[in-house]
């Protein structure tokens, strides 16, 4: 089975946009053609596209006619799977250079960094009584879900003008694995930060470790994403971002990949508090701000505090803070006028109580597919919650894009589940497990959230009729409702319901993609095409096993002249279970054909995270650095009593 562990799209020349590569292209408006891929791959991790800074002026994207196919395998040999590829890692420490298959593109030069899973089990001594002696025992703490491990970071030099690459990893976050030898299991600083891994430690345990105000990376490892665009420009480092559910990221340097430190959102400002944040930073390239959110929980709801920090403001600014259900919100969307907070139904259950103790998210969160999926529209001119509207329920982790329209509508992509039941198909048991059925496949489905100024005013003079009428004027709406052949009042009352929240209305539903990729000059725009990894009807569906390009509009469209959204490259690292072995691939993005590989010298593990790309000399990168980065002796021992 193959594994797409990130990809990325790359533009190709100087007068055309580059592209955010994400998994597997593929076209919605034809999925019978299929090009196979190495034998026994599967396709995990996501792609990334990246651009170059001619952009200013994107026009309508030409349309481009042809169908593209699937990258794809079928795999029927239970001897060989994708299991391999889902055990601790080893390193490449030291940079190597690595044999190149194919032609790499001769404008591709820069850093492709990628995250995946490190370290999934932890062998510790544990002093047991044998007949009345005591003796040590070797025992395994394992981590439970794939979203719950210790991290791995790859670091890729391309050099396209001769053909070269580089490749290193390292684990950042590897003094982890030692906390959780000392401690015989896993003490989240945070509630609700892992998936499902059972901690091994007693609830007062994870109520003293939970009373932390924030995480660490020996304690929470930044797992999540990885992205080399910078929440401020504080003296010009080169650095890159990890981020994972808690309220900060691990700052790391991109030459060598060294620790520089721990970002939490609360330091930078006091107004960013709460224990948890979405770890998919948005950065508008107009305004030059960074956005995100951190969550405040409370004992009834959470307040979602929506910030923003750029280049004049390091310490940022508090946009809006919106109160909603407590929620497991993995990303959000932004567009030119807004921020859209969409909270799925996934709460916490017995009252939140399993939540404050620390339990695993899918411990201590029910799906109640009764209750709507509500989405919440902040402006980011009047700082300020505008509107909110509803749907039925479904769950989601990626938002695919969002986008405004002349008419004053919002568009919203995602790739969605009717419930969470994927969440649970991906515990490392179910993986594991043959017998499993196979992976939900995700929809790509497009919601409109129509007139939403209309819709915002309509709320603003309700709050002002209400505000205006006293409560004597209150009653006598309320009566003269009830009231047969009673004459309207010559008070304004507002209507019955006339505050009722108004739909999101599900305007399009294909097949879809999981961690899907946009070109990122589209970010917030109207778009036409996404990249993702999918699952293949040759395949038994037990892991990801193709790259897919979506055309996201299905209608015919004239063919204007501009920058090509889908000119570039798709960057993946892929995991043939039959070779057992791991490679990066490069793929044309337009037509999903090979351009080049390069096996890895050891297996990279799958991964359910998006990769990055930052272009440029590469003359200053593969420097070796100290495993343990810019952490001194005193700040190693201060983290180890955290």
């Known amino acids: 089975m193959e594994e797409i562990s990130e990809v990325e799209v790359l533009q190709m020349e100087d007068t055309q946009a580059v592209i955010p590569a994400a998994l597997i292209p593929v076209d919605t408006e034809d999925l019978s053609k299929e090009t196979p891929a190495t034998s026994a791959t599967v396709t995990s991790e996501i792609i990334e596209i990246t651009q170059q800074n001619n952009s200013d002026n994107v026009q309508s994207p030409t349309t481009q006619t042809s169908a593209a196919p699937i990258v794809a395998g079928p795999f029927n040999d239970e001897e060989v799977t994708f299991h391999k590829a889902l055990r601790n890692a080893v390193s490449t420490e030291v940079p190597k250079e690595l044999s190149v298959q ?41 981590f439970g879900h794939w979203f719950d491990n210790i991290p791995q970071v790859n670091q890729f030099a391309f050099s396209g003008s001769d053909n070269k690459l580089k490749y290193r990893s390292t684990k950042p976050a590897q003094r982890a694995e030692t906390k959780i030898s000392e401690h015989q299991g896993y003490l989240p600083n945070q509630p609700s930060s892992i998936f499902r891994t059972d901690t091994n430690q007693s609830v007062f345990a994870r109520l003293l470790s939970t009373s932390h105000t924030q995480g660490r990376p020996s304690l929470e490892p930044c797992g999540a994403s990885i992205d080399v665009v910078p929440p401020f420009y504080a003296d010009g480092r080169r650095t890159i971002y990890c981020q994972n559910f808690a309220n900060h990221l691990l700052e790391l340097d991109t030459d060598t990949l060294e620790n520089r430190g721990i970002l939490a959102w609360d330091e930078v400002n006091p107004l960013f508090k709460g224990s948890h944040s979405s770890p998919h930073s948005h950065f508008d390239p107009v305004t030059k701000e960074l956005i995100n959110f951190t ?26 803070s919106v109160a909603a259900k407590t929620s497991h919100v993995h990303s959000f969307a932004v567009t030119p006028r807004y921020i859209i907070l969409v909270v799925s139904p996934l709460n916490p259950s017995d009252g939140g109580v399993k939540y404050s103790w620390g339990a695993s998210v899918l411990d201590a969160f029910t799906f109640k597919p009764a209750e709507p999926t509500l989405f919440y529209v902040i402006s980011r001119v009047k700082r300020r919650l505008i509107a909110t509207f509803k749907s039925d329920a479904f769950f989601f982790f990626h938002h695919v894009n969002a986008f405004e329209d002349a008419a004053d509508n919002v568009y919203l992509d995602f790739s969605m589940y ?28 497009r919601f409109e959230l129509a007139n939403v100024q209309a819709e915002a005013q309509r709320l603003d003079d309700y709050n002002a009729a209400i505000a205006s009428i006293g409560p004597v004027d209150k009653i006598r709406g309320f009566m003269s409702r009830v009231s047969f052949g009673q004459t309207k009042p010559s008070y304004d009352v507002p209507e019955k319901n006339s505050n009722a929240m108004p739909p999101a209305t599900r305007v399009r539903s294909t097949l879809g993609v999981e961690m899907p990729r946009i070109n990122p000059v589209y970010h917030g725009l109207d778009y036409k095409y996404a990249w993702g990894v999918g699952l293949t009807e040759q395949g038994d ?12 509009k299905g209608d015919a469209e004239p063919i204007v002249w501009s920058q090509n959204e889908d000119t570039g490259v798709v960057i993946s690292v892929v995991y043939d279970a039959e070779a057992n072995n791991s490679f990066i691939l490069v793929l044309d993005a337009k037509d999903l054909t090979e351009k080049a590989r390069a096996v890895l010298p050891e297996v990279v593990p799958l991964s359910f995270t998006n990769g990055c790309f930052a272009p440029g000399d590469i003359s200053r990168g593969m420097q070796e650095g100290t495993s343990l980065g810019a952490f001194s002796d005193d700040e190693l021992d201060e983290l180890d009593q955290d």
């Open 541 to 552: 569906g037990d892991m990801y096993d193709c790259i897919m390009k979506l055309h996201v």
């Open 102 to 142: 194919g032609t790499l593109p001769e404008w591709l030069t820069g850093f492709h960094y990628t995250l995946n899973p490190g370290i999934f089990e932890v062998k510790y001594p544990k002093m047991v009584v044998v007949h009345g002696e005591m003796e040590q025992e070797t025992r395994t703490f394992t």
């Open 418 to 445: 009717s419930d969470d039941t994927i969440a649970h198909q991906l515990t490392l048991s179910a993986l594991y497990d043959i017998s499993s059925p196979p992976l939900i496949k995700p929809e790509f489905c």
């Open 295 to 320: 969550m405040e929980h409370g004992l009834y709801n959470t307040q979602y505090h929506f910030f923003s920090i750029n280049e004049k403001e390091p310490h940022g600014s508090l946009i809006a």
